[in-house]
């Protein structure tokens, strides 16, 4: 679990730094607000250079009638992320990157989002596919929605130039959108091999993303594969490593399942090894310290952790790196 590099220092005279961002989640529906800001509060000390927050489909779920019979109906479990982004922009005065998803949209709903965002002064975005809904057995794009980020690329640019979807020109001036997409150093498992799916990051360039974040990872030479060949591949846009440490035996299984990501052999005996859940925490934190400052001297510009759930681990992390 060591790795044998050692973090370069920086100086108080405006020496490079490798900047820290992380990712929350709305609350649950019916839920406030209370227990994110209490997260943030955890890690703002560490001088965020931003915080994303997700953005999530409804999923359809059976509801009970008042006549004992059940009806399919679809609810949004995590609404809120424009208003989440404005209160965290309000409270804290941090950078905040809404997630703008294909999945689950159609063009209108997306283009009302871009104009909710542009009345708050918010206007950088993550721009995303988003996952397929679980009763889906692959994505299916909403009517009147998008199948790609590329398609919702498009979108975006044709309101930064001035018009909205169906081609009317905005009145008044816009203050356009910056971006950054999702990439995957271990490909996406929908990806027939990673020479498609460099193509298609490639697309996203040449579309105006500005950087791109990776699908989380445990194996840094991944990382360090990856973003060679995407260099080779004519990709030049910041690739920022996208981070979580592990904090329970469980996710020995989940992890792999959910992200389509290897966790390596030393870091899983590690896990096996740990007599308790706390115990693995604490494995979990020192492999995320040790690839953080492997990943701190190739470079990166920044590290993104994945904060869900593992908010104090993130918390460890950073105090030995920052």
Request: proline share 6%; charged share 25%; aromatic share 10%.
């Amino acid at each position: 679990m060591k790795y044998m590099q050692e973090v370069q220092t920086t100086d108080n005279r405006g020496a490079r730094r490798t900047g820290f961002s992380f990712e929350v989640l709305p609350p649950l529906k019916g839920m406030g607000i209370e227990r994110l800001f209490d997260d943030i509060d955890v890690l703002r000390e560490f001088d965020p250079q931003c915080i994303n927050i997700t953005t999530h489909r409804s999923e359809r779920i059976y509801r009970e009638t008042p006549s004992g019979l059940y009806e399919r109906v679809a609810m949004r479990k995590r609404p809120g992320t424009v208003a989440v982004a404005a209160a965290i922009k309000a409270r804290y005065g941090i950078p905040v990157v809404p997630h703008i998803l294909c999945s689950g949209f159609t063009r209108e709903e997306t283009e009302y989002v871009l104009i909710d965002l542009q009345f708050l002064g918010i206007t950088d975005l993550l721009v995303l596919r988003g996952d397929k809904a679980k009763d889906d057995a692959s994505f299916v794009p909403t009517p009147g929605g998008y199948s790609h980020a590329t398609e919702l690329q498009e979108q975006i640019n044709r309101f930064n130039a001035g018009f909205f979807d169906d081609g009317t020109p905005i009145q008044g001036a816009v203050n356009p959108f910056t971006y950054g997409v999702a990439c995957y150093p271990e490909k996406h498992f929908e990806a027939p091999n990673i020479k498609s799916d460099l193509h298609w990051l490639l697309k996203k360039q040449e579309g105006g993303a500005q950087y791109a974040v990776t699908q989380l990872f445990y194996d840094n030479a991944v990382f360090f594969r990856f973003v060679e060949r995407a260099r080779a591949a004519g990709i030049t846009i910041p690739i920022i490593p996208g981070i979580k440490p592990l904090t329970k035996a469980s996710q020995l299984t989940s992890v792999p399942k959910t992200f389509n990501v290897d966790i390596p052999v030393a870091l899983a005996e590690a896990v096996c090894q740990a007599k308790d859940d706390e115990a693995v925490r604490r494995v979990g934190v020192e492999w995320c310290t040790a690839q953080c400052r492997e990943l701190m001297c190739y470079g990166v510009p920044r590290l993104h952790f994945y904060a869900l759930g593992a908010t104090h681990s993130v918390r460890d992390v950073a105090k030995e790196i920052f």
